[in-house]
């Protein structure tokens, strides 16, 4: 049971602290958190918003206590606001089923604390429980599906771990007639430079992607994507590797700077349409389906 209650829908963060050559603990907060300054620290210890494992309130000089753990309250000063609606699809005593515009992160993460899908939620059902069974980009529209109660949680997150949920995505990206399509395209994916994206590398396959053209016109085409593996950027790095990058996409092939990839009017293409699984509670076939669409040019 974490040592900090759930705040403003927000839950605490933990550190373990490592060893090191730091006297004081003030030495290693200003070396690990350099955009924090010290009086935020101070007044943090000051109102119990960081404390170790044991409820104890910390100090900015203290021993450095290593191996102990540190419990805080991430804070974001002038978070954007995400002027983009998510929707209800369904709900019941085990499932939340939401369709998650472009531009709001699930979690939070970064510069996103209560601007992300899971606060949001929090705040406007009121499940204290409501946690995400799985995660989309935050650039990445559709379909995402949350665990009501924790009771149950673990026979949907199998479903998951078991690849037995069948996810279809849509995408806009160019069109080229010499791509014999439907294809299955397999590849290596591993962390790359800079750590937030992926590359493609030599060695076994760990990544699955079966690729379907629906439709085309004016040199672009509508396709329908079905990852088999749920690798980091995985349907965003295949298209691009394939020379099919992925419209509005800010990373692959090339990196934009992020005033570039913050354009709220044009959104990376790409829809986790449908989710499609057995329930492991009642054996019931389930299906899902964004009520977004892409629309070619």
Not at 25 to 41: A, V
């Given at each position: 049971?974490?040592?900090?209650?759930?705040?403003?829908?927000?839950?605490?963060?933990?550190?373990?602290?490592?060893?090191?050559?730091?006297?004081?603990?003030?030495?290693?907060?200003?070396?690990?958190?350099?955009?924090?300054?010290?009086?935020?620290?101070?007044?943090?210890?000051?109102?119990?918003?960081?404390?170790?494992?044991?409820?104890?309130?910390?100090?900015?000089?203290?021993?450095?206590?290593?191996?102990?753990?540190?419990?805080?309250?991430?804070?974001?000063?002038?978070?954007?606001?995400?002027?983009?609606?998510?929707?209800?699809?369904?709900?019941?005593?085990?499932?939340?089923?939401?369709?998650?515009?472009?531009?709001?992160?699930?979690?939070?993460?970064?510069?996103?604390?209560?601007?992300?899908?899971?606060?949001?939620?929090?705040?406007?059902?009121?499940?204290?429980?409501?946690?995400?069974?799985?995660?989309?980009?935050?650039?990445?529209?559709?379909?995402?599906?949350?665990?009501?109660?924790?009771?149950?949680r673990g026979a949907y997150t199998d479903l998951f771990r078991q690849r037995a949920i069948r996810k279809v995505y849509h995408a806009i990206a160019p069109y080229s007639p010499q791509l014999n399509l439907p294809l299955?395209?397999?590849?290596?994916?591993?962390?790359?430079?800079?750590?937030?994206?992926?590359?493609?590398?030599?060695?076994?396959?760990?990544?699955?992607?079966?690729?379907?053209?629906?439709?085309?016109?004016?040199?672009?085409?509508?396709?329908?994507?079905?990852?088999?593996?749920?690798?980091?950027?995985?349907?965003?790095?295949?298209?691009?590797?394939?020379?099919?990058?992925?419209?509005?996409?800010?990373?692959?092939?090339?990196?934009?700077?992020?005033?570039?990839?913050?354009?709220?009017?044009?959104?990376?293409?790409?829809?986790?349409?449908?989710?499609?699984?057995?329930?492991?509670?009642?054996?019931?076939?389930?299906?899902?389906?964004?009520?977004?669409?892409?629309v070619l040019a």
């Amino acid at each position: 049971m974490p040592p900090l209650p759930r705040h403003n829908h927000l839950d605490p963060c933990c550190q373990q602290l490592p060893s090191g050559p730091w006297l004081r603990l003030g030495d290693y907060l200003l070396q690990q958190f350099y955009g924090i300054s010290e009086d935020t620290w101070r007044e943090r210890f000051a109102q119990r918003r960081a404390v170790d494992g044991a409820g104890q309130r910390l100090d900015w000089d203290m021993h450095y206590p290593a191996g102990s753990a540190l419990w805080y309250y991430r804070e974001v000063a002038d978070e954007p606001a995400v002027p983009f609606t998510e929707e209800i699809l369904h709900q019941d005593e085990h499932l939340l089923v939401v369709d998650k515009p472009h531009f709001l992160a699930v979690v939070p993460a970064g510069r996103f604390l209560r601007e992300t899908l899971l606060v949001r939620l929090r705040e406007r059902t009121g499940l204290a429980e409501l946690t995400p069974l799985h995660r989309l980009d935050r650039l990445t529209a559709g379909l995402v599906l949350f665990s009501v109660r924790a009771s149950s949680r673990g026979a949907y997150t199998d479903l998951f771990r078991q690849r037995a949920i069948r996810k279809v995505y849509h995408a806009i990206a160019p069109y080229s007639p010499q791509l014999n399509l439907p294809l299955v395209y397999r590849s290596r994916l591993v962390a790359g430079e800079p750590f937030f994206c992926m590359a493609e590398v030599p060695g076994p396959a760990n990544a699955e992607t079966h690729i379907t053209l629906l439709s085309e016109n004016n040199g672009e085409g509508l396709y329908q994507l079905e990852p088999l593996t749920g690798r980091k950027h995985q349907l965003r790095v295949h298209m691009s590797v394939l020379g099919l990058p992925i419209r509005g996409d800010p990373l692959y092939p090339a990196l934009l700077p992020e005033s570039a990839a913050e354009r709220w009017d044009q959104p990376l293409q790409l829809l986790a349409k449908t989710l499609e699984f057995a329930d492991p509670l009642t054996g019931r076939a389930r299906q899902f389906a964004s009520r977004r669409t892409l629309v070619l040019a």
